[in-house]
């Protein structure tokens, strides 16, 4: 007897199908190797959200061999339609975190849980109701070199944009 029935979970429903749409993530200049791609699906009142990035940041410090500091990092869906701007701002163009609620941070619409990166390798993902792909679709996606505190206005204390990606529609 299979204790989680493929044909019964919600999360198979939903990932078994190609996403309503997609953000691929381009790095910074400094970060110009770090690459991602980010999808939505669709799936009754919420949206399924899965990530993978490849060349995360990341330093060896402490003992030889050993992961010391941690690398997590912020993931939040922006108010701008593009990723323009450069210098010691990147990604300027794509604004603040989309928020529908005026609720403070971490209760805006485009809150996303942190990234967890193993040696600069990624994967995750969250379901979530706060949004539908329609009303995401043309946002922007950013990833902070720092983890979110989740206390501190507007974006959580989380450091530099090092990735962008505008959400675009499948197909």
């Known amino acids: 007897m299979e204790l989680f029935p493929k044909q019964k979970t919600i999360a198979y429903r939903i990932l078994a199908r190609e996403p309503e749409a997609y953000c691929i993530v381009q790095g910074s200049p400094r970060y110009s190797s770090l690459w991602g791609k980010i ?17 995360l ?18 993931l939040h869906i922006h108010e701008g339609g593009a990723c323009d701007g450069g210098g010691a701002e990147p990604f300027a163009s794509a604004g603040g975190h989309y928020d529908t609620t005026g609720c403070g941070h971490p209760g ?15 994967w995750g993902g969250v379901y979530t109701e706060k949004f539908s792909v329609e009303e ?32 675009r529609r499948q197909g």
Request: glycine share 16%.
């Open 108 to 122: 805006h619409t485009g809150d996303l849980p942190p990234v967890f990166g193993n040696n600069g390798y990624a």
């Open 39 to 55: 999808s939505f699906y669709q799936g009754g009142k919420g949206v399924a959200v899965t990530w993978e990035f490849r060349n």
């Open 136 to 167: 995401v679709v043309g946002k922007t996606v950013i990833l902070h070199r720092q983890k979110d505190d989740f206390s501190t206005q507007p974006a959580g204390n989380a450091g530099m944009r090092i990735g962008c990606g505008v959400i």
């Open 57 to 74: 940041p990341f330093s060896r410090e402490g003992s030889p061999g050993k992961e010391c500091s941690p690398q997590i990092y912020a």
